[in-house]
């Protein structure tokens, strides 16, 4: 099996463990993320056309919701990044709550206000970009 396999392999089941943990604590997390805003967003594969799940933490500003395409500052972008990109119609669950809503990824300047303001709130971000080149994408989470 290729290492990125076995890191893919690793990361699914890592996050099975997050996403049944906030599904048996009405979205709410212990551990590492306790007392960390995260949701779930539900994206359509860019080639499966399958359903893909993903845990992830998400900044909530002025009644809006951001979410933060980091992958623990890799060199390239996660898979649901990719996902939305190809098909913005998403499905998020927030604590109790599921609704769709459409993924539009910020650029410029306000993308670069909201990533700031979180990797304030979570210097653990700030490190993320500090390891790589790429610009780590902010995707606002905009109801249907």
């Given at each position: ?5 076995e890191?893919a ?29 995260v ?44 996902n ?61």
């Amino acid at each position: 099996m290729s290492d990125d396999r076995e890191a893919a392999n690793a990361t699914n089941a890592w996050n099975k463990t997050i996403i049944d943990e906030f599904h048996a604590n009405d979205g709410k997390l212990g551990g590492n993320f306790e007392g960390a805003t995260v949701l779930l967003l539900h994206t359509t594969g860019a080639k499966s056309g399958k359903e893909r799940v993903n845990p992830m933490m998400y900044m909530k500003k002025n009644g809006r919701i951001f979410v933060f395409a980091s992958k623990a500052g890799a060199d390239t972008n996660p898979d649901w990044f990719h996902n939305l990109v190809a098909t913005p119609s998403v499905t998020v669950e927030l604590g109790t709550e599921t609704f769709a809503a459409t993924a539009s990824p910020l650029v410029d300047d306000e993308r670069t206000k909201i990533y700031t303001a979180h990797a304030e709130q979570y210097p653990g971000f700030a490190e993320y970009q500090a390891k790589t080149s790429r610009v780590i994408p902010v995707v606002e989470i905009v109801r249907s």
